[in-house]
DNA sequence: CGGTGTGAAGTTGTTCACAGCT
DNA sequence: AGCTGTGAACAACTTCACACCG
């Protein structure tokens, strides 16, 4: 299935290491903002909420950036991981969807600040279309697959109603992007070569409220059984044949 | 002995299953909607995108739940997650931060169709106090402690610049919150028994650039060196040798 | 048969602890 | 001395494969 291991190469960089380069290069960027010339995985390890001992580990994917006895040299470091993360090109952003969310993404300045340029903006409906949002004009979604070629925008925002992702993704895939980050609350069924990264709003209330509950009930079992009116037992209901 | 099953019963649910029932609750959703009365743990993975032995291993951690040869009772699972993920109560949340995206959040219909009601909103500008989004009047951040005593806010949004993050979590945790959603790009200190999910959108399209960019260049070694000269040889391998 | 529930094997990620470099 | 880099132990998660049941 999806096996990333080509037989390893310097390049054979695990994903939960992937995840947290972002975390220690925010870090490294406020610590170069003070002014602070070097740091221990220590020091770094406080500043991006995790482990020192994984903080040397994944470092030391990229290579052997640190000097012993020292540190690791700032500068370098943001260099060497904004590399890595491919942040040193900038890469045409698209977002599909102005509603709400939508033109909170565009108006997030987060996007542009590293490597990310917001270089279209799409909507299906005639009312949204034209307006301009952070220097955009919205574009009707039909242009899609045009824009998409024509300004060599390489990752895409889905930030449309359920209804309508599935959809959107399955245009964009077809005009050749293979980077997808969707808000819509819906599992997209991509080719594998494409890679969908997602963010659920609801989703991550929901474990919140998991853990919440926990904590509240000290863990008593509670009762295992359906609001009586339900009146529901397991071994029926499912008698009718087709 | 950090260990995050303690004095658990039985009722020691893995993380990535807690982080998975959402998923299936809603494909279970989208079944019922449509009238499905039983489902396999084949479909129900097809749904949300899983493996099959990952669905019936996830749905075994909640109880005996299926019928061997049949598959899954829909309406019978949909209590049961929800049950476990403590959806059957309300939870009144509430959002700081009325910025582009704290308005999107209010607006947002996911949210409330789920035991979640947003129960308050606030914003430190006095320009947008009082302003009324999504049925609520904005209050002043002042007011975050009263409030959520008064309203049983059990989980605080954090939709605030980077800078004022850090303090609404001292405050609402505080005021008894232990549960955080943090849409601010910082790493927020907290005591052990809070709980804190992070949505950080622009970590998620650096990782997806990281995975275009390897996508891109098929897997030669790039110049590993400064733009300028900083004199870093690298100088590897002889790892081993213990 | 068809499909769940689950030991066992396999994979990935985390943490420890220390050798070895500066 | 101090701190990195990393094998090795450990822990979590995933997948397989099959016994068992309806």
Redesign the pocket.
């Known amino acids: 299935m999806i096996?990333r291991?080509h037989h390893a190469r310097d390049r054979g960089i695990?994903?939960?290491t992937v995840a947290r380069l972002p975390l220690y290069l925010r870090a490294l960027n406020a610590l170069a903002e003070r002014g602070t010339l070097t740091v221990?995985?220590?020091e770094l390890a406080a500043a991006a909420g995790?482990?020192?001992?994984?903080v040397?580990?994944d470092?030391?994917h990229l290579g052997?950036?640190?000097?012993?006895?020292?540190?690791?040299d700032v500068q370098y470091l943001i260099y060497q991981i904004s590399r890595e993360l491919g942040l040193t090109q900038d890469w045409a952003v698209a977002i599909v969807g102005v509603g709400n969310l939508g033109r909170a993404l565009a108006n997030y300045g987060g996007f542009v600040s590293r490597g990310f340029r917001i270089a279209a903006l799409f909507d299906a409906d005639p009312a949204v279309v034209g307006e301009r949002i952070a220097g955009l004009v919205v574009e009707h979604v039909d242009a899609l697959e045009s824009v998409i070629k024509d300004r060599g925008i390489s990752i895409v925002v889905i930030a449309t109603p359920a209804s309508a992702a599935q959809d959107v993704c399955d245009r964009v895939i077809a005009a050749g992007v293979t980077s997808i980050l969707n808000f819509a609350p819906v599992v997209l069924a991509v080719p594998p070569e494409v890679n969908v990264r997602k963010v659920d709003l609801s989703i991550e209330l929901q474990i919140l409220a998991f853990h919440e509950q926990r904590k509240a009930n000290g863990g008593p079992i509670m009762a295992d059984q359906w609001p009586d009116e339900v009146g529901h037992v397991r071994e029926r209901s499912m008698g009718a044949g087709s």
Not at 50 to 54: E, F, I, T, Y
Not at 64 to 72: K, M
């Open positions: 096996r291991t695990p994903d939960a221990s995985s220590e995790v482990n020192s001992a994984k040397r580990k470092l030391s052997s950036y640190g000097t012993r006895g020292v540190g690791y």
